[in-house]
């Protein structure tokens, strides 16, 4: 039977009278009165067909996990709907249809170790997933093992042995809950397709064992998240790890999460084949964020975040020119999270088919932001739609971190009598003037200035009688509103193409 579309009423009414069997009568005249089938004569619910009462119950349940409080509201994720009380506070005829609906259990989040539950019975959260995964039938799984027990303190802080002995218990029965998840996810590894895990020492070393005994694993999948959530992980077990990344034929999307350096052999991901990839790590180089750039031939969509902008490198050293810049014809959408100097990064590409670039810090630590960027934009040659700059260490004028200013975004791992070159507005408004002329749709910068309002502001830049396009703006940011007095205040320039043809609109409006 083809899927049918229920309307947001249609799906209220079902999730309000689910429940309970006395209100069948009158969710059946709801469809009669509502359905363009027509039903006429259903004396029961079972009379339905069986696909309408699965997309009836899916259609429920997804309004039911997503309302928050609310009667309705936008679709929530299928993480969101596959939840056991979903199941549970049904009747049992709608309980039935749930369980003879494989495409609601295909999603599968491992539970967080519960001491109470493991103490009445260790194996209970095992039977339920491995329940839930046979449920699933023979569909395509997508899985989530990610860790719980970061908020437990370390067994090393506490002076009182006792909390010390129960704390290492605590984390030992986790670690073997953890361990007991993956065993039965590897079960059914054949029918991987989507895997996110967080990593620590010890599910990292049961993983290895459980990869070398197997042969093979997880070759249908096509979308990985790794997270390698433990300083004690050594970097021998880490290259295991990458070298079966590395065997994943299908694998199209990689998310590799690397917030304590431990780095690993990067040459055993196969950066070449994958089309979309999200890198971090808590600090990269210049020359490890252009090698990746440089491997990655085939992605559409990348991301590479250097986490929290800290940098123990500094001043920067200038990077190398070249001669000739890499092509990436595939590349669609960039984001460059707190790179060292991303400005000069693009200079090194050509990307014909750039539609959306995103620089998160760093911008200010370019000499000539215009210069790179009219370079980069002349040898790319790109239908660039959307540019988004968010610095909050641009400022447009001089600007020295010292005693009276107790802000430092690279926590204090840079001195303190470090003095950033300064982006003057005559540089800043030259950058938008390049943008504005190779017509870019949709340009956003964030930064911060001295001026308190956005009158000062456009007083002492004079950013208005530069720029002239219909759809301009310079506003403060939102984030200002309620914070602490600070010796700065953040704003925001820019231009949407959306606003451009809304606005001739409204002034015929008002003629």
């Known amino acids: 039977m083809a899927e049918i579309n229920l309307s947001n009423e249609w799906v209220f009414h079902a999730s309000y009278y ?16 509502s359905n363009p089938l027509k039903v006429t004569k259903p004396a029961q619910i079972d009379a339905l067909p069986f696909e309408l009462l699965s997309q009836i119950f899916f259609e429920c349940v997804r309004v039911i996990s997503g309302s928050r409080g609310r009667r309705l509201r936008a679709p929530a994720s299928p993480w969101l709907r596959n939840q056991p009380y979903a199941f549970k506070l049904v009747s049992k005829r709608w309980s039935d249809v749930a369980v003879g609906s494989p495409h609601l259990w295909n999603y599968v989040s491992a539970p967080a170790y519960d001491p109470r539950m493991y103490k009445e019975d260790p194996h209970a959260t095992r039977k339920f997933v491995l329940d839930w995964l046979v449920t699933s039938l023979n569909l395509s799984l997508h899985l989530r093992h990610h860790r719980f027990d970061q908020h437990i303190p370390d067994p090393k802080s506490s002076a009182d042995p006792k909390d010390k002995a129960s704390i290492l218990v605590w984390k030992k029965c986790a670690s073997r809950h953890r361990k007991q998840m993956l065993d039965v996810f590897l079960i059914h590894e054949k029918r ?16 290895n064992s459980q990869r070398l005994v197997a042969g093979h694993l997880g070759e249908r999948l096509s979308y990985l998240q790794i997270v390698l959530d433990d300083r004690n992980i050594t970097l021998s077990k880490v290259n295991k790890l990458l070298l079966w ?12 999460d690397d917030p304590h350096d431990v780095i690993g052999d990067l040459t055993l991901v196969p950066w070449q084949t994958l089309t979309k990839i999200i890198y971090r790590r808590r600090f990269l180089t210049f020359e490890d964020s252009f090698w990746i750039l440089r491997h990655c031939t085939f992605a559409t969509d990348i991301s590479i975040i250097s986490g929290h902008g800290s940098n123990p490198r500094w001043p920067l050293p200038s990077p190398p020119s070249i001669a000739v810049p890499q092509p990436l014809c595939r590349l669609a959408k960039l984001s460059l999270w707190g790179v060292e100097t991303p400005l000069d990064l693009l200079k090194r590409f050509s990307l014909p088919r750039l539609e ?3 620089i998160k810090s760093g911008f200010s630590t370019c000499s000539n932001p215009s210069e790179a ?20 260490m641009l400022t447009l004028d001089d600007y020295t971190f010292g005693s009276e200013h107790p802000y430092d975004v690279y926590a ?68 200002e509103k309620g914070r602490v007095e600070r010796p700065y205040a953040r704003y925001c320039v820019g231009w949407e193409e959306s606003q451009c043809i809304m606005r001739p609109r409204r002034l015929q409006n008002r003629n």
Do not use: M
């Open 373 to 392: 960027l009219s370079r980069f934009l002349d040898q790319s040659q790109c239908q660039l739609k959307r540019v988004v700059v968010s610095d909050i």
């Open 412 to 479: 204090n791992l840079l001195s303190r009598e470090v003095s950033f070159p300064p982006v003057t507005s005559t540089a800043f408004t030259l950058a938008l003037e390049i943008l504005e002329r190779y017509r870019v749709a949709d340009v956003l910068f964030k930064f911060k200035h001295k001026a308190k309002t956005l009158e000062a502001f456009l007083d002492v830049t004079g950013i208005l009688q530069r720029l002239s396009p219909v759809n301009f703006r310079v506003w403060k940011d939102a984030a």
């Open 245 to 256: 990344v590395g065997q994943l034929c299908l694998l199209q999307e990689l998310d590799l």
């Open 192 to 207: 991987w397709e989507s895997l996110e895990i967080t990593f620590d020492l010890d599910l990292l070393q049961h993983f």
């Open 18 to 33: 689910q429940c309970h069997d006395a209100n069948v009568p009158f969710f059946l005249s709801f469809i009669r009165d």
């Open 356 to 358: 959306s670039l995103e």
